[in-house]
């Protein structure tokens, strides 16, 4: 934004006027809901409030009249303009998604630096939706202020996994072999993606033990299949023995340990492996993030090696693709982003970057040595003279072994307020691991991420 100057008292001239555009984005409502406390759902996103079965996203008029100050306080007449007194007339409404031009005209200069001024807000093509006066204070000696200062802020809405939600809602929900959810946390999850269309579960364990949940929760599961198992590891083999029938389309994770569930997947005879590494990759909606953060690999490999990792790569890259990133841009990331004998994740970085020109690796670009700034920011990048297609843009960010990656991904959740799903990719079909600390978000983004990618792979 440019350096605000005014136009202090003895300056202004009857007549003088400013005006300025504002795009109303949804953004916008939930800021003022939280700062003025208003939180009538009429003026927020995705919510119905006057019960017609649409959500009126209504700008409220109080944010309009506030728009006003923006005119008067940075151009007209400008830094040090107190108010004194503000009159509205609301004789329209806006919503997000429209743009509002804001004007102010000089009307009354009233001595001791009082100036009276008319003010309007119009939609774009001049309907009006706001009419008055305002009394301020002008200032009296000419200043300036760089607004550059002003910290930003950040708004904790996850539209990238509502549109991921959209997306798989219409579509069949795919049958999923949910293996020992046996308790209410994890049957929970799998009823969550059922009552949203997404999954179809069969639920398989201790029958006792799953009826035993329904009921702590409160619901009935009489409409779904029920296939007893006397042991985790008779309830993996039934899952994924199902798979293999073509009965589920996926696995879900219950109650059990990981390796259990995994050990039967990755199984040389009867198992489901397709000749490639599994990996886990998390999908992420970060705040303030215009694409969705896909984070690999934070569950599975603990040291993978340059081959695991190409895996990795892969898998991630087809996930992004299946989501709708048209060609994904992975980062590899290191501590650095040259390459040194000294620290091997740099070597590996490169030799991926290379596989991939050669055509080792497909459907997506792949640049590494990375570190983690000058692969989100191209501030950064450009800062340490980095020419890539993917520096400062990337989709997917590998990291060089288990516990990084994790720490990675817990950052972005319990710091920056991501919501983060995940898979597991590699096998005959994608596997759903869920997490308790998972809220029921992120439990319904990992079961669209599954379904989506097994209908966009299996056409």
């Known amino acids: 934004m440019k350096i605000l100057r005014n ?49 009126e996203a209504m700008a409220p008029s109080a944010w309009v009249a506030a728009l006003i100050s923006s005119v008067l306080g940075n151009t007209l007449p400008g830094p040090g303009t107190l108010y004194l007194q503000q009159v509205s007339r609301f004789v329209g409404r806006a919503h997000a998604g429209d743009t509002l031009v804001v004007r102010v005209r000089l009307k009354e200069k009233l001595g001791d630096r009082k100036a009276l001024f008319d003010t309007t807000v119009t939609l774009a093509d001049g309907t009006p939706v706001l009419e008055g006066e305002a009394l301020v204070l002008a200032p009296d000696h000419t200043s300036s202020f760089d607004p550059g200062d002003v910290p930003g802020l950040v708004v904790e809405s996850h539209a990238h996994f509502d549109k991921i939600l959209a997306e798989a809602e219409p579509l069949d929900p795919i049958p999923t072999a949910v293996v020992a959810p046996e308790e209410a946390n994890s049957l929970g999850g799998a009823l969550l993606g059922y009552e949203h269309t997404i999954i179809h579960p069969i639920l398989i364990g201790d029958s006792e033990k799953i009826r035993a949940a329904a009921e702590d929760l409160g619901v009935d599961i009489s409409g779904l299949e029920l296939i007893h198992a006397d042991s985790h590891r008779q309830a993996a083999a039934t899952g994924v023995r199902l798979v293999l029938e073509g009965r589920a389309q996926a696995l879900m994770k219950g109650h059990l340990h990981t390796d259990d569930l995994l050990g039967e997947v990755v199984k040389r005879d009867g198992g489901l492996r397709i000749g490639r590494r599994l990996s886990h990759i998390f999908v992420m909606d970060v705040p303030g993030l215009s694409h969705l953060l896909f984070v690999s690999d934070a569950a599975i490999n603990i040291a993978p090696d340059l081959e695991t990792k190409k895996d990795i790569v892969q898998n991630a890259i087809d996930l992004a693709r299946a989501l709708g990133v048209e060609v994904p841009k992975v980062g590899v990331l290191s501590a650095v982003e040259t390459v040194s004998p000294r620290i091997p994740s740099t070597l590996d970085a ?17 640049d590494g040595p990375l570190a983690m700034d000058n692969a989100m920011d191209i501030k950064a990048a450009r800062t340490k003279g980095i020419k890539s297609l993917v520096a400062g843009n990337a989709d997917i960010l590998i990291a060089p072994n288990m516990e990084s990656a994790n720490m990675l991904a817990k950052e972005l959740t319990f710091v920056a307020h991501a919501e983060a799903g995940g898979i597991v990719l590699g096998a005959r079909c994608p596997i759903i691991l869920t997490s308790r600390s998972d809220d029921d978000k992120a439990r319904l983004a990992s079961c669209a991420v599954a379904a989506l990618y097994a209908k966009r792979n299996d056409r």
Request: glycine residues 12%; hydrophobic residues 35%; contains cysteine.
């Open 350 to 366: 490169a030799i991926l970057s290379k596989m991939a020109e050669r055509g080792q690796i497909t459907g997506g670009i792949v």
């Open 7 to 55: 136009t202090p008292y003895d300056q202004l001239e009857v007549g003088m006027e400013a005006e300025t555009r504002r795009l109303c984005v949804a953004d916008d409502l939930y800021v003022f809901a939280h700062s003025s406390g208003n939180m009538n759902p009429v003026h927020l996103p995705k919510h119905d409030g006057d019960g017609d079965g649409r959500p």
